[in-house]
Nanobody, 115 residues
Framework: QVKLVESGGGLVQPGGSLRLSCVAS????????MGWYRQAPGKQRELVAR???????NYADSVKGRFTISRDNAKNTVYLQMNNLKPEDTAVYYC?????????WGQGTQVTVSS
């Protein structure tokens, strides 16, 4: 059974930082492209950052320079370090793993940026 479990969300003030983690089980993690997506109320889910099997990364323009995605294949974990958070970063953040037609999602973790 495949499971992706996110953690690390919470309430943070503008300018603060959070680190999200996503632990995967039931897949050969190292061969999966891993991504972080987010969905704010009333908006479509959007890609935040993605990391490929050889650690190539790409980011949404809105988070470039503030967020960093990384992976630890030994721990089957992908991370999202979020710095200088803004109120517009408020959303449910989801982890996704995909390899060809196989695609798996986590249940999401809430990030709220507010003073």
């Amino acid at each position: 059974q495949v499971k992706l479990v996110e953690s690390g969300g919470g309430l943070v003030q503008p300018g603060g930082s959070l680190r999200l983690s996503c632990v995967a089980s039931g897949i050969t993690f190292s061969i999966y492209t891993m991504g972080w997506y987010r969905q704010a109320p009333g908006k479509q889910r959007e890609l935040v950052a993605r990391i490929y099997t050889f650690d190539t990364t790409n980011y949404a323009d809105s988070v470039k320079g503030r967020f960093t995605i990384s992976r630890d294949n030994a721990k089957n974990t992908v991370y999202l370090q979020m710095n200088n958070l803004k109120p517009e970063d408020t959303a449910v953040y989801y982890c996704k793993g995909n390899q060809y037609s196989n695609e798996y999602w986590g249940q999401g973790t809430q990030v709220t940026v507010s003073s």
